[in-house]
C-alpha cells in the first residue's frame, strides 16, 4: 500500500467523521432571548439554593434598535467608567454590576471600521450577559442586603484603572455597611474584595457568592471540536455543558462541590469566569430557566458562610476574568494566582499532549518571524524532519514497490481471475525483494493526529483569529476568500460557497496531484481512475477549511516530493548499479 493511499484513507475516514458529526450532532442555533434577575423574599440577589431553579419575572421589551437599546439601557443607571489598556466600559452603580465591557483589542470582522467585540451587556438590550457579586443570608435572619436595586455610592476613584482601584459602599440602615473594592489588572483580571462591617450587637452570618447570567442563547460555531456554553472545573475535573446539554438537564440543575477551581461561561474566544478564593469551599452550579419561551443560562458559586462578629467586620476576596482567552495570559494567570485548571478555559481538546505543545512551537516560531504564516511552514519542516527516518523507510519501500509494478502486472495477468494465488504469489514477490507493502501507514499515521491538532489549533486559539500571510490572506483561521470561478476577483459575481475554490487549495490540489504522480500506481486501472480524481475531490473539501491549514498540508506536500524525488531516485540508480 502506498503512502498517498494510506493518507487518503486515514483523512478520508477521519472528515468522514468529522463531517458526519456536524451534521448530525451540531447544536441547534436558538434565538437569542433576554430575562431579568432572580431575587429572594427580601430582594437580595443570589444563587438559588442547590438543586432548585430560581423564579424569575419577565424582562420588558427591548427596542428594535441594539445600539439604541444599548445607549438606553446604559442611562438607566449612574456609573464608574472603566478605563484600562485593553478594556472599555462600566460598572453599573445601581446593582453594583459588572454589565458593559468591550475588548480594545479585537474587532469584529477585518474591515476598517469594523467595531470592537463587546463582550458584557446590560439588562435592557437585545443580549443581556453580566456579572454580579454579593452576599446572601438564610431568610430567618431577616436581613436587608444590596439587591439589583440597590444604589451604590463611589468612596474614592470615580475611574477603574490599573492602580486605581474603585470602592463602592452601602449602608443598609441595620446596622449593617458593605463595602466592595474592585481592582483591574492590564489585561483581563477583576480582583474583587467585599467587606462587611457590622456595628450590631449580634453577629450576621452571610454567605458570599458570584453569578454570571447570560440572557438569550448566543449563536454557536455548532462544531464538535469546540465547545460553548457553560464550564467549571471542580478539583482537577473539567465539566463541559453546552447549552441545549443545561437546557436538557433535568430541572435545569447541574450542581458540584469542590474546593480550589472556578466556573464560567465561554465562547469561542470569549471568557466570563468566576474564580473562588482557591483555598474556600464553595458549590458551584450551572443553570438553565425557560420563561415566556425565554432561554437564561447562568453559573454561579455559593461560598461557605463567614460570620462577621458584633462590632466586627470581615472580608472576601474573589477574581472575576472577563475578556479573551489568549493562551499567555490564561495559562500565566493560573500560574501566578494558582488558579486550578485554568488553561482548561481553552478548548484544547483531547489530543491536548499534542495540540498544546504544537502551539506553543508554532507560536515561539512566530515570535522569531513576526508571521503566522511563515511559522506554519516553518513548523511544518520541523516535522517532516522529526519523522525522516520514518518518512526514509517508507520512501525506501515505496521505491521498491514501484520498481516491482511491472512484475505485478505480469503477475496479474498470467493468474488472471483467482484472487487467492494471486495474494499468495504477490507475497512471495514481496519476500523475496525484501518489500513490505504496508511500511507507508506508520508515518501517515503519526502525522494525521499532528494534522487535526494543528487544525484544532487553527481553530480554537485567538492568536490565529485574523492573523494576516500575505497578499490576500488576512486570516489564517478562515478559508482562502479567493475563487476560481470568479478568476479569482476579476470577474464581480460571488460564486456559491461550495465553489469558493482559492488559490492555495489549488496549489494544495496540484502538490497532492504531483506527489500521487511518483507513487506506484494501482494495477487495477479502475482503482488508478479513481485515485487519480481525488487530489480534485480533497481541493473542493479542503477549500472551507482555514487557509493556515491549507498552507501547511500543501508545504507539507512540496516538501514530501522533494523527499519522496531524491529517494526513489537514488533507489532506482542502486537497482540500476546491481543491475
Same mark, same amino acid.
Request: charged share 15%; net charge negative.
Given at each position: 500500500?502506498?503512502?498517498?493511499?494510506?493518507?487518503?484513507?486515514?483523512?478520508?475516514?477521519?472528515?468522514?467523521?468529522?463531517?458526519?458529526?456536524?451534521?448530525?450532532?451540531?447544536?441547534?442555533?436558538?434565538?437569542?432571548?433576554?430575562?431579568?434577575?432572580?431575587?429572594?423574599?427580601?430582594?437580595?440577589?443570589?444563587?438559588?439554593?442547590?438543586?432548585?431553579?430560581?423564579?424569575?419575572?419577565?424582562?420588558?421589551?427591548?427596542?428594535?434598535?441594539?445600539?439604541?437599546?444599548?445607549?438606553?439601557?446604559?442611562?438607566?443607571?449612574?456609573?464608574?467608567? %472603566?478605563? /484600562? *489598556?485593553?478594556?472599555? +466600559?462600566?460598572?453599573? @452603580?445601581?446593582? !453594583?454590576? &459588572?454589565?458593559?465591557?468591550?475588548?480594545?483589542?479585537?474587532?469584529?470582522?477585518?474591515?476598517?471600521?469594523?467595531?470592537?467585540?463587546?463582550?458584557?451587556?446590560?439588562?435592557?438590550?437585545?443580549?443581556?450577559?453580566?456579572?454580579?457579586?454579593?452576599?446572601?443570608?438564610?431568610?430567618?435572619?431577616?436581613?436587608?442586603?444590596?439587591?439589583?436595586?440597590?444604589?451604590?455610592?463611589?468612596?474614592?476613584?470615580?475611574?477603574?484603572?490599573?492602580?486605581?482601584?474603585?470602592?463602592?459602599?452601602?449602608?443598609?440602615?441595620?446596622?449593617?455597611?458593605?463595602?466592595?473594592?474592585?481592582?483591574?489588572?492590564?489585561?483581563?483580571?477583576?480582583?474583587?474584595?467585599?467587606?462587611?462591617?457590622?456595628?450590631?450587637?449580634?453577629?450576621?452570618?452571610?454567605?458570599?457568592?458570584?453569578?454570571?447570567?447570560? %440572557?438569550? /442563547? *448566543?449563536?454557536?460555531? +455548532?462544531?464538535?471540536? @469546540?465547545?460553548? !456554553?457553560? &464550564?467549571?472545573?471542580?478539583?482537577?475535573?473539567?465539566?463541559?455543558?453546552?447549552?441545549?446539554?443545561?437546557?436538557?438537564?433535568?430541572?435545569?440543575?447541574?450542581?458540584?462541590?469542590?474546593?480550589?477551581?472556578?466556573?464560567?461561561?465561554?465562547?469561542?474566544?470569549?471568557?466570563?469566569?468566576?474564580?473562588?478564593?482557591?483555598?474556600?469551599?464553595?458549590?458551584?452550579?450551572?443553570?438553565?430557566?425557560?420563561?415566556?419561551?425565554?432561554?437564561?443560562?447562568?453559573?454561579?458559586?455559593?461560598?461557605?458562610?463567614?460570620?462577621?462578629?458584633?462590632?466586627?467586620?470581615?472580608?472576601?476576596?474573589?477574581?472575576?476574568?472577563?475578556?479573551?482567552?489568549?493562551?499567555?495570559?490564561?495559562?500565566?494567570?493560573?500560574?501566578?494566582?494558582?488558579?486550578?485548571?485554568?488553561?482548561?478555559?481553552?478548548?484544547?481538546?483531547?489530543?491536548?499532549?499534542?495540540?498544546?505543545?504544537?502551539?506553543?512551537?508554532?507560536?515561539?516560531?512566530?515570535?522569531?518571524?513576526?508571521?503566522?504564516?511563515?511559522?506554519?511552514?516553518?513548523?511544518?519542516?520541523?516535522?517532516?524532519?522529526?519523522?525522516?527516518?520514518?518518512?526514509?523507510?517508507?520512501?525506501?519501500?515505496?521505491?521498491?514497490?514501484?520498481?516491482?509494478?511491472?512484475?505485478?502486472?505480469?503477475?496479474?495477468?498470467?493468474?488472471?481471475?483467482?484472487?487467492?494465488?494471486?495474494?499468495?504469489?504477490?507475497?512471495?514477490?514481496?519476500?523475496?525483494?525484501?518489500?513490505?507493502?504496508?511500511?507507508?501507514?506508520?508515518?501517515?499515521?503519526?502525522?494525521?493526529?499532528?494534522?487535526?491538532?494543528?487544525?484544532?489549533?487553527?481553530?480554537?486559539?485567538?492568536?490565529?483569529?485574523?492573523?494576516?500571510?500575505?497578499?490576500?490572506?488576512?486570516?489564517?483561521?478562515?478559508?482562502?476568500?479567493?475563487?476560481?470561478?470568479?478568476?479569482?476577483?476579476?470577474?464581480?459575481?460571488?460564486?456559491?460557497?461550495?465553489?469558493?475554490?482559492?488559490?492555495?487549495?489549488?496549489?494544495?490540489?496540484?502538490?497532492?496531484?504531483?506527489?500521487?504522480?511518483?507513487?506506484?500506481?494501482?494495477?487495477?486501472?479502475?482503482?488508478?481512475?479513481?485515485?487519480?480524481?481525488?487530489?480534485?475531490?480533497?481541493?473542493?473539501?479542503?477549500?472551507?477549511?482555514?487557509?493556515?491549514?491549507?498552507?501547511?498540508?500543501?508545504?507539507?506536500?512540496?516538501?514530501?516530493?522533494?523527499?519522496?524525488?531524491?529517494?526513489?531516485?537514488?533507489?532506482?540508480?542502486?537497482?540500476?548499479?546491481?543491475?
Amino acid at each position: 500500500m502506498s503512502e498517498q493511499r494510506n493518507l487518503i484513507l486515514a483523512v478520508v475516514l477521519s472528515a468522514g467523521i468529522l463531517f458526519a458529526w456536524q451534521a448530525f450532532f451540531a447544536p441547534e442555533i436558538v434565538p437569542p432571548t433576554e430575562q431579568q434577575q432572580t431575587t429572594d423574599a427580601n430582594g437580595n440577589v443570589i444563587p438559588a439554593p442547590a438543586g432548585t431553579v430560581p423564579g424569575t419575572v419577565s424582562a420588558p421589551a427591548v427596542p428594535v434598535d441594539p445600539a439604541a437599546a444599548r445607549q438606553n439601557a446604559l442611562t438607566q443607571s449612574a456609573r464608574v467608567s %472603566i478605563d /484600562t *489598556p485593553r478594556l472599555k +466600559g462600566s460598572i453599573a @452603580l445601581t446593582g !453594583g454590576r &459588572l454589565d458593559d465591557l468591550s475588548l480594545l483589542d479585537y474587532n469584529e470582522t477585518l474591515a476598517e471600521d469594523s467595531k470592537v467585540i463587546t463582550l458584557l451587556s446590560p439588562a435592557g438590550t437585545q443580549n443581556p450577559y453580566f456579572v454580579d457579586v454579593g452576599w446572601s443570608a438564610a431568610p430567618d435572619q431577616n436581613l436587608k442586603l444590596p439587591n439589583a436595586a440597590t444604589n451604590w455610592s463611589v468612596k474614592d476613584n470615580k475611574i477603574l484603572k490599573p492602580g486605581q482601584p474603585v470602592t463602592l459602599t452601602w449602608d443598609n440602615g441595620q446596622g449593617l455597611s458593605f463595602e466592595r473594592r474592585i481592582d483591574i489588572d492590564t489585561n483581563y483580571m477583576f480582583t474583587v474584595t467585599q467587606t462587611v462591617n457590622n456595628a450590631t450587637d449580634k453577629p450576621a452570618t452571610l454567605s458570599p457568592y458570584g453569578l454570571t447570567r447570560r %440572557i438569550g /442563547t *448566543p449563536a454557536t460555531e +455548532g462544531i464538535y471540536i @469546540l465547545h460553548e !456554553g457553560l &464550564l467549571g472545573v471542580f478539583g482537577e475535573a473539567l465539566t463541559e455543558l453546552d447549552y441545549d446539554d443545561i437546557a436538557d438537564e433535568k430541572g435545569g440543575v447541574v450542581v458540584d462541590k469542590t474546593t480550589g477551581g472556578w466556573i464560567g461561561i465561554t465562547d469561542k474566544y470569549w471568557l466570563a469566569a468566576l474564580i473562588p478564593d482557591q483555598s474556600a469551599n464553595f458549590t458551584g452550579t450551572f443553570r438553565h430557566q425557560l420563561v415566556d419561551t425565554k432561554d437564561q443560562y447562568q453559573v454561579d458559586y455559593l461560598r461557605a458562610a463567614v460570620t462577621i462578629p458584633a462590632n466586627g467586620s470581615g472580608s472576601v476576596t474573589n477574581r472575576v476574568f472577563a475578556g479573551a482567552k489568549e493562551v499567555e495570559q490564561i495559562d500565566g494567570y493560573a500560574e501566578a494566582l494558582n488558579i486550578s485548571r485554568f488553561d482548561l478555559a481553552i478548548d484544547w481538546g483531547w489530543l491536548h499532549f499534542i495540540t498544546k505543545p504544537l502551539f506553543s512551537a508554532l507560536h515561539y516560531i512566530f515570535l522569531s518571524v513576526g508571521n503566522f504564516g511563515v511559522a506554519i511552514i516553518l513548523l511544518t519542516l520541523a516535522i517532516k524532519f522529526l519523522f525522516l527516518p520514518l518518512a526514509y523507510k517508507s520512501y525506501v519501500s515505496m521505491s521498491a514497490m514501484k520498481l516491482l509494478q511491472p512484475e505485478i502486472q505480469a503477475l496479474r495477468e498470467r493468474v488472471g481471475d483467482d484472487k487467492a494465488k494471486l495474494n499468495q504469489e504477490m507475497m512471495g514477490l514481496y519476500k523475496k525483494h525484501k518489500v513490505n507493502p504496508v511500511s507507508g501507514c506508520l508515518p501517515i499515521l503519526l502525522q494525521i493526529p499532528v494534522f487535526f491538532a494543528l487544525y484544532k489549533v487553527l481553530y480554537v486559539t485567538i492568536e490565529m483569529r485574523h492573523a494576516p500571510f500575505f497578499g490576500w490572506i488576512q486570516d489564517l483561521s478562515a478559508p482562502d476568500p479567493t475563487t476560481m470561478f470568479n478568476l479569482f476577483g476579476l470577474i464581480p459575481w460571488d460564486p456559491p460557497s461550495f465553489l469558493l475554490i482559492g488559490v492555495w487549495p489549488l496549489l494544495m490540489g496540484i502538490s497532492m496531484w504531483a506527489q500521487q504522480k511518483l507513487n506506484p500506481q494501482p494495477p487495477d486501472p479502475t482503482q488508478a481512475k479513481i485515485m487519480m480524481m481525488l487530489p480534485l475531490v480533497f481541493t473542493f473539501m479542503l477549500a472551507s477549511f482555514p487557509a493556515g491549514l491549507v498552507i501547511y498540508w500543501t508545504a507539507n506536500n512540496v516538501l514530501s516530493i522533494g523527499q519522496q524525488w531524491f529517494i526513489m531516485r537514488r533507489a532506482a540508480n542502486r537497482q540500476t548499479a546491481k543491475a
